[in-house]
T-cell receptor, first 112, second 117 residues
Framework: AQSVTQPDIHITVSEGASLELRCNYS??????LFWYVQSPGQGLQLLLK??????LVQGIKGFEAEFKRSQSSFNLRKPSVHWSDAAEYFC??????????FGKGTRLHILP | GAVVSQHPSWVICKSGTSVKIECRSL??????MFWYRQFPKQSLMLMAT?????????EQGVEKDKFLINHASLTLSTLTVTSAHPEDSSFYIC?????????????FGEGSWLTVV
């Protein structure tokens, strides 16, 4: 079945440490790919997106993501996290380019 | 930049009543709007896709007679929860785009909290 999977429900990292959040999708063709962040009780903020071209995508707040076709993955990375990065992160795909489907999310906790 | 506004931000209604949530694109024409619901600590579930001037396309399992969606203009879509029940309490989020996702950015509203008592 077509899906987008975020295997980690929770991740805890120390402030200043590097971060990688995993995302895998299972669609026949390469869908449009997104990462969003949501603070508690708030709406969504787009971090970055991939439609085509360079497979390493730079986003806001120092985030980047790499599309790997062979692994059907679009993992989000940040070299050094800040306490303000604690939030819920959603990977999302637009398989047919006409609607966005979200993964279940990964809750990021930051240790001081 | 483009902004999508939802109103109300939060609403409490009595069980059995209907409640309307508005989604407006403030400085662009939204040919397509999407409605999501999000239960606490869960992901966003797409409810329906609405294109201006046509009937909404509902996702499997979403009751179209309960969740009425109207997209009468290029800047406004409304979601009406009819005969609301406590299990309809949720965070409802809309998003809007000017055209196909591949060439246009999709913008999300700040969400509307619905509590049915």
């Amino acid at each position: 079945a077509q899906s987008v999977t975020q295997p980690d429900i929770h991740i805890t990292v120390s402030e200043g440490a590097s971060l990688e959040l995993r995302c895998n999708y299972s669609y026949g063709a390469t869908p449009y790919l997104f990462w969003y962040v949501q603070s508690p009780g708030q709406g969504l903020q787009l971090l970055l997106k991939y439609f085509s071209g360079d497979t390493l995508v730079q986003g806001i707040k120092g985030f980047e993501a790499e599309f790997k076709r062979s692994q059907s993955s679009f993992n989000l990375r940040k070299p050094s996290v800040h306490w303000s990065d604690a939030a819920e992160y959603f990977c999302a795909v637009a398989p047919g380019g006409d609607k966005i489907i979200f993964g279940k999310g990964t809750r990021l906790h930051i240790l001081p | 930049g483009a902004v999508v506004s939802q109103h109300p931000s939060w609403v409490i209604c009595k069980s059995g009543t209907s409640v309307k949530i508005e989604c407006r694109s403030l400085d662009f024409q939204a040919t397509t709007m999407f409605w999501y619901r999000q239960f606490p600590k869960q992901s966003l579930m797409l409810m329906a896709t609405s294109n201006e001037g046509s009937k909404a396309t509902y996702e499997q399992g979403v009751e179209k007679d309960k969740f009425l969606i109207n997209h009468a203009s290029l800047t406004l879509s409304t979601l009406t929860v009819t005969s609301a029940h406590p299990e309809d309490s949720s965070f409802y989020i809309c998003s809007a785009t000017q055209g196909a996702l591949g060439g246009n950015t999709i913008y999300f509203g700040e969400g509307s909290w619905l509590t049915v008592v």
